[in-house]
C-alpha cells in the first residue's frame, strides 16, 4: 500500500470530509522543535513530530516529546519520551540521554529505516547513518559511521525507488566556506558515497550594501528529484538567490551551482515530490534589507559580525511562500503561505530565546490533495499548517481589511540590540524588535469602514520611518491591479514586485519590476479613486489608469522571469506626513 492510501485508511469519514474541507493554509498544530527533520510518517499510517517540549532557556534540556496524529493531521497528541532516551533533532546536538531512532524513512525494498545526523560532541563526534528495522522509537538503532567530520544541517533521505538508492544531503564548513554534500548508499544504508559541491559566491559589500552579510556559502541544501528525472539541489546563501545544482546520474556527477530564480537570502529551502510527479517548493520569497556599516552602527554588533562570522538582524524571515511545478521548468503559485503572527512585536528580540522566525520547512503529501507542512523555529512562530494543492493555482485574490492586517506586512523595525547573544544567557537571536508603520484608521467618508492609512512620521528611534504595506497574489505574467486610493497627504510610491521586501525598505524601488508614484500632481486630494493597473512582464510595460481614464504607462525597471507576485506601497513623503494616503481595497486578477 502507498503512502497516501495507507493515510487515508486512518481516517473515520468524519475526518474524511474534514480533511476535504480544507483549502487555504489551515493550522493544526505547533510542532516542538524548530522544521527540518522531526517529521515521520510511521507502517501503519501515524504521524508523528519529534522535538524538545518546556524548555525554559536556550540552554535548558527540556524534555523529549513527540506529538502523535492518527488522523493526517487533524488532531495531535503529545507522547512524552523516557527520561534518559534522546533521538537526534535538527542540527544532532544532543543533551545527556541514550541516543534513540526518532524522525526516519522507511525503504520500501527492505522496510528498514534511516536516518543521517551529525554529532557534534562527546564520544560519538562524526557523522553517522543511523539504521533500525523497528523505525521511529527504535532504544537500540545500529549507527553506520561516514566521516570523522561532522556534517551539518542533515534532511531526511530521499529514496529513489527505481534505483534502489537513498541519498540525503547535508554541509560541511571548511575553512568558513560552506560546501554542499550529498550522501547516498545503494545497501540499504549500510555503506555510504559522500559528494562534496562547489562552494557558492561569497557575499560582497556592493552597494547598496555597506557591509558583508554572514557568510553561508552554500549551507543547508535540499535535494529532490525532478518530473524530468534529474535531481535538483537548491542550497542557501549569503546573495539574494539560492544557488541550484543539477544531476543526471542519480547524485554521482553534479554541475556547478548557479544562482536560481528563487529569491532567498540566508533561509532554508525545501523541496517536496508529489506521487504525481509535481514538485512543491517552500521558502522565504524574501530580501532583506541592505547591510548597514557595522563599524558605525548604533547598538554594535561584534567581531564576528563585522567579518561575515554572525548576522546583525533576520529582516526577511517573517513571510513565507509556496510555488508549484509539473515539469521543473515553469513554476506556478509564488505564494504568501505565512506570516509570522508576531512581525510587528514590541519585544519580539526578547520574546523568547530561539530565532522567531517562518522560515525552515518540512512537509508530506496528504490524500485528497492536501499538503501537511511544518515551518518555522521558536514556539511562539512555528507551525504545521495543511492546506490544499489547488490553492496553488489560483488567480485572484482581494483585501479589503475586514479582517484586519493580517494579510498584508505593514511593522517598521526599531534600533535594537543586534547579533546573536543567546548563548550569553541573553535571549533574542539576530532579531530587531518591531513598532507599527501603516495603521487601519477610520475612512476619511465617516462610513463607519476602516482604512490603511500611509504616512511618515518622524521617530530616530526607527531603522527606517517609511511606512508601508506589502501585500502578495497569486504569480501572473500579466494581470490586472485595482486599489481603492485616497491621498490626503504627500502620496505614495506604487512598485511592483516577484519578492517581498520589508514595508520600510528604503532601497524597495532598486529592486521592483514597475515603479511609480501617485500624488497630487496626478491624483486629485481628498477623493476615492478607483486605481487600475495593467501589467505584462512578456512586453514589459504596465498601464495606469484612473478609472477608466489613461493616466502613463510605465516600463519594466529589471527582468521577472516568473512574473509577479508583490505590491508594494510605501509613503512617497520626503518629510513628516501626518494625512498620509489611504489604501481601502486591493484586487488581483491574473492570467
Request: net charge negative.
Amino acid at each position: 500500500m502507498n503512502t497516501i492510501d495507507l493515510l487515508e485508511s486512518t481516517l473515520s469519514e468524519r475526518d474524511k470530509k474534514r480533511l476535504q474541507a480544507i483549502y487555504a493554509p489551515t493550522i493544526v498544530c505547533v510542532q516542538p522543535d524548530d522544521a527540518r527533520r522531526g517529521l515521520c510518517i510511521l507502517p501503519d499510517g501515524e504521524i508523528r513530530s519529534y522535538g524538545i517540549a518546556d524548555k525554559k532557556s536556550m540552554t535548558d534540556p527540556g524534555k523529549y516529546v513527540y506529538l502523535s496524529s492518527r488522523n493526517c493531521g487533524l488532531d495531535w497528541s503529545r507522547v512524552d519520551l523516557p527520561e534518559d532516551t534522546a533521538p537526534l533533532i535538527n542540527y544532532g546536538k544532543i543533551f545527556p540521554g541514550k541516543i534513540v531512532m526518532g524522525a526516519s524513512v522507511r525503504v520500501p525494498w527492505s522496510g528498514r529505516y534511516v536516518c543521517l545526523a551529525g554529532i557534534h560532541e562527546g564520544e560519538k563526534k562524526g557523522t553517522y547513518a543511523m539504521l533500525s528495522d523497528l523505525g521511529p522509537g527504535d532504544e537500540n538503532p545500529r549507527m553506520v559511521k561516514i566521516s570523522e567530520e561532522v556534517y551539518w544541517d542533515m534532511f531526511l533521505p530521499t529514496v529513489l525507488e527505481q534505483e534502489q538508492r537513498i541519498i540525503t544531503t547535508g554541509s560541511i564548513n571548511r575553512g568558513g566556506n560552506y560546501s554542499p554534500t550529498v550522501f547516498y548508499s545503494d545497501d540499504n544504508g549500510e555503506t555510504w558515497i559522500t559528494v562534496t559541491l562547489p562552494s557558492t559566491p561569497k557575499h560582497a559589500p556592493v552597494w547598496p550594501h555597506l557591509g558583508v552579510r554572514w557568510q553561508n556559502n552554500g549551507a543547508e541544501p535540499n535535494l529532490v528529484p525532478l518530473p524530468d528525472g534529474r535531481l535538483m539541489i537548491l542550497a542557501r546563501t549569503s546573495l539574494d538567490y539560492f544557488y541550484v545544482y543539477y544531476s543526471s546520474d542519480n547524485g554521482e556527477t553534479w554541475t556547478d551551482g548557479t544562482p536560481s530564480r528563487f529569491h532567498g537570502t540566508l533561509t532554508t529551502p525545501f523541496l517536496l515530490r508529489l506521487r504525481d510527479g509535481r514538485v512543491i517548493l517552500f521558502w522565504n520569497n524574501t530580501r532583506p534589507l541592505a547591510e548597514p556599516n557595522h563599524e558605525k552602527t548604533w547598538p554594535p554588533v561584534g567581531n564576528g559580525v563585522k567579518n561575515g562570522l554572525g548576522e546583525d538582524a533576520f529582516t526577511n524571515r517573517d513571510a513565507n511562500h509556496a510555488a508549484i511545478t509539473e515539469d521543473g521548468e515553469h513554476w506556478i503559485g509564488f505564494r504568501e503561505m505565512f506570516l509570522n503572527e508576531r512581525r510587528g512585536a514590541a519585544d519580539f528580540r526578547v520574546g523568547g530565546s530561539g530565532d522567531n522566525s517562518v522560515h525552515q520547512f518540512q512537509a508530506y503529501e496528504l490524500p485528497y490533495g492536501k499538503i501537511l507542512v511544518s515551518f518555522g523555529q521558536h514556539e511562539f512562530s512555528r507551525r504545521t499548517v495543511i492546506f490544499d494543492v489547488n490553492w496553488l493555482y489560483e488567480k485572484h485574490h482581494a483585501e479589503d481589511f475586514t479582517r484586519g492586517l493580517n494579510h498584508i506586512t505593514t511593522h517598521l523595525f526599531v534600533k535594537s540590540v543586534s547579533d546573536c547573544h543567546v548563548w550569553q544567557g541573553i535571549p533574542g537571536h539576530c532579531a530587531w524588535n518591531r513598532t507599527a508603520g501603516a495603521l487601519l484608521m477610520p475612512d476619511p467618508e465617516g462610513n463607519f469602514r476602516e482604512a490603511l492609512q500611509i504616512c511618515r512620521v518622524h521617530d530616530k528611534r526607527l531603522v527606517s520611518e517609511l511606512q508601508g504595506a506589502v501585500w502578495n497574489f497569486p504569480k501572473g505574467y500579466l494581470g490586472e491591479i485595482r486599489m481603492g486610493v485616497y491621498i490626503a497627504g504627500s502620496g505614495i510610491r506604487v512598485r511592483l514586485c516577484d519578492h517581498w521586501m520589508n514595508a520600510g525598505d528604503p532601497d524597495a524601488g532598486l529592486w521592483s519590476a514597475f515603479d511609480f508614484t501617485l500624488d497630487q500632481r496626478i491624483l486629485p486630494a481628498g477623493e476615492w479613486r478607483d486605481i487600475v493597473i495593467r501589467f505584462d512582464t512578456e512586453c514589459g510595460t504596465a498601464q495606469v489608469f484612473d478609472g477608466e481614464r489613461s493616466l502613463f504607462a510605465v516600463s519594466m525597471r529589471s527582468a521577472a522571469p516568473d512574473g509577479l507576485s508583490y505590491l508594494h506601497l510605501q509613503t512617497a513623503a520626503e518629510a513628516e506626513d501626518f494625512d498620509g494616503t489611504y489604501i481601502r481595497s486591493l484586487e488581483y486578477r491574473g492570467e
